[in-house]
């Protein structure tokens, strides 16, 4: 009679497997990921999550590390001081003050397609923003006050660049003239 497989089938053990390796990977995998780069790498994973804090000189408890203080203190009453602990990774914490510390980055900028449109727009038309609404080039069929808010958003998004912009028109039409 043949032999059955599956359930009853056993499984070989794997020889050729680095079990240290393997758990090491699977250790490293189900720890969570840091996003910050200076916490990352002044990380120490076989310490604690309140022993690395401790040492790059942040707190693990925001509430523990700023306590509020009480509004009524009774006679007998003595603050007890804790200890400081020490900070040895101070420059994790200067790196941090200095990323800070930095102006924020601009990220919104309008379309280069939206910039070529209210130029054309302008250098054709002026102020008549009707006749915007009628140009071939309103592709989609924008209202004359759709059109203004375009206009308006491209006036406050580059403000240098739209005075060098209107002044260079004046000069084409003086030269014009």
């Known amino acids: 009679m043949p032999k059955a497989k599956g359930k009853t089938r056993r499984q070989k053990f794997g020889y050729n497997v680095n079990r240290k390796r393997l758990n090491r990977n699977a250790r490293r995998k189900a720890a969570p990921r840091i996003e910050c780069s200076h916490i990352r790498h002044a990380w120490d994973h ?21 306590p509020l203080r009480k509004r009524k203190v009774h006679a007998m009453e003595v603050d007890v001081q804790r200890t400081k602990e020490l900070v040895r990774k101070p420059y994790v914490l200067n790196d941090l003050e200095a990323e800070a510390s930095l102006p924020e ?17 302008v ?6 923003y009707k006749a915007m609404a009628r140009d071939e080039k309103n592709y989609y069929q924008d209202t004359p006050k ?22 260079s028109l004046q000069n084409s039409k003086m030269e014009v003239e």
Not at 123 to 128: A, K, M, Q, S, V
Not at 146 to 167: C, G, H, L, M
Request: charged content about 30%; proline content about 3%.
């Open 46 to 66: 076989a310490k604690s999550v309140r022993q690395n804090l401790a040492e790059m000189g942040l707190a693990m408890d925001p509430n523990k590390a700023v």
């Open 146 to 167: 759709q059109i203004r808010n375009k206009i308006n958003v491209y006036k406050r998004f580059y403000p240098a660049e739209w005075q060098s912009f209107t002044d």
């Open 123 to 128: 250098e054709n038309h002026g102020e008549d």
């Open 105 to 121: 980055k601009k990220g919104n900028t309008l379309s280069r397609d939206l910039i070529d449109y209210v130029r054309y727009m």
